[in-house]
């Protein structure tokens, strides 16, 4: 069974720092690219970042030069760590799988930066 599993989601204030971590299972890990969206209130889900299974790094221009994805094909794992956060990062973060036409999505974890 097929399971992604964020975690590391909380409330901090702005200017603080936070790692997100997305455990993934049931998959063949590394040929997948991974993906973070996130949803904030109101507002529709968003991309955020993204990272190929051979590394290649892509970001949202609202998150560039404060957040890095990274992961450990080891431990079947993609982090997000996120600093100088902003009220505005405020959202549900949603760790998403995807090769070719398959893709999973998590459950999703929440982010609160207070100002």
């Known amino acids: 069974q097929v399971g992604l599993v964020e975690s590391g989601g909380g409330l901090v204030q702005g200017g603080g720092s936070l790692r997100l971590d997305c455990a993934a299972s049931?998959?063949?890990?590394?040929?997948?690219?991974m993906d973070w969206y996130r949803q904030g209130p109101g507002k529709s889900r968003e991309w955020v970042a993204s990272?190929?299974?051979?590394?290649?790094?892509n970001y949202a221009d609202s998150v560039q030069g404060r957040f890095t994805i990274s992961r450990d094909n080891n431990k079947d794992t993609v982090y997000l760590q996120m600093n100088s956060l902003k009220p505005e990062d405020t959202a549900v973060y949603y760790c998403?799988?995807?090769?070719?036409?398959?893709?999973?999505w998590g459950q999703g974890t929440q982010v609160t930066v207070s100002s």
């Open positions: 049931g998959i063949t890990f590394d040929v997948y690219r």
């Open positions: 998403h799988a995807a090769f070719g036409s398959t893709e999973y």
């Open positions: 990272i190929g299974r051979f590394g290649n790094r």
